[in-house]
């Protein structure tokens, strides 16, 4: 059964910080990997899907890795903004479901 | 080294009275941090903070408050506590910045309601 796993649950940085946001999973039998975005009592917005054949997938000041073998992904934030602040989740597409991680909300002071 | 201390390790209650679980951490770390653990769900946020006097909510925040009024200290409070609120309740504190998120936990407190 896969398990996906998001620490920390919650995270508050300084702006202007770089900072990484963990996600692992139990199985590495993946489609694909995706990590999203969701702001307080909307709904989720897709920041980057990385196949299972790939490493990395970069958009902006995001970068997000895969490490199938070590059942690893981190979501990368290069100087982080106020406007980053929200809850991430990351999904393992798996078995022709997506399992998602608890998230971690971010919060970014200025 | 770091500590984190919570108010009582055991802690019996009756249905309906009010109940404040107290941490305190002694390494001015910026956030704190309320979970309850129960068996096969795992660790789930019920608040945090940040700041003094700042809170968000977490996933499971409903019956629940919390008050920060000086840096050391985090409370979580029961209004009315019921027995689906029997728990393990782990407080945790944190540094902020370059990433760093480690946290460090307290013993917790095992809250049953009766």
């Known amino acids: 059964k896969q398990e996906v796993t998001q620490i920390p649950a919650a995270l508050s940085v300084p702006e202007g910080e770089n900072l990484v946001l963990n996600c692992s999973f139990t199985d590495s039998a993946i489609y694909n990997l995706q990590w999203f975005r969701q702001d307080p009592g909307k709904g989720l917005t897709s920041l980057l899907l990385?196949?299972?054949s790939q490493r990395e997938q970069t958009s902006g000041r995001l970068n997000a890795s895969l490490d199938k073998s070590s059942g690893r992904s981190t979501l990368y934030i290069a100087a982080s903004q106020p406007g980053d602040s929200a809850t991430y989740l990351c999904?393992?597409?798996?078995?022709?479901?997506?399992?998602w991680g608890a998230g971690t909300k971010l919060i970014i002071k200025p | 080294d770091v500590k984190v201390t919570q108010s009582s390790r055991y802690l019996v209650k009756r249905t309906g009275e009010k109940v404040f679980l107290e941490c305190v951490q002694d390494m001015d770390h910026e956030n704190m941090f309320w979970y309850r653990q129960d068996p096969g769900l795992g660790l789930r946020l019920i608040y945090f903070s940040y700041d003094v006097k700042m809170k968000e909510k977490g996933d499971i925040p409903e019956g629940y408050s919390v008050s920060r009024e000086k840096k050391e200290r985090f409370s979580l409070i029961l209004e009315s506590a019921s027995t689906n609120q029997t728990s393990m309740y782990l407080c945790?504190?944190?540094?902020?910045?370059?990433?760093?998120?480690?946290?460090?936990f307290g013993p917790g407190t095992r809250l049953t309601v009766t």
């Open positions: 999904a393992v597409a798996s078995n022709y479901q997506l399992i």
């Open positions: 990385i196949q299972s």
């Open positions: 945790a504190s944190s540094l902020i910045g370059q990433g760093s998120y480690e946290q460090y």
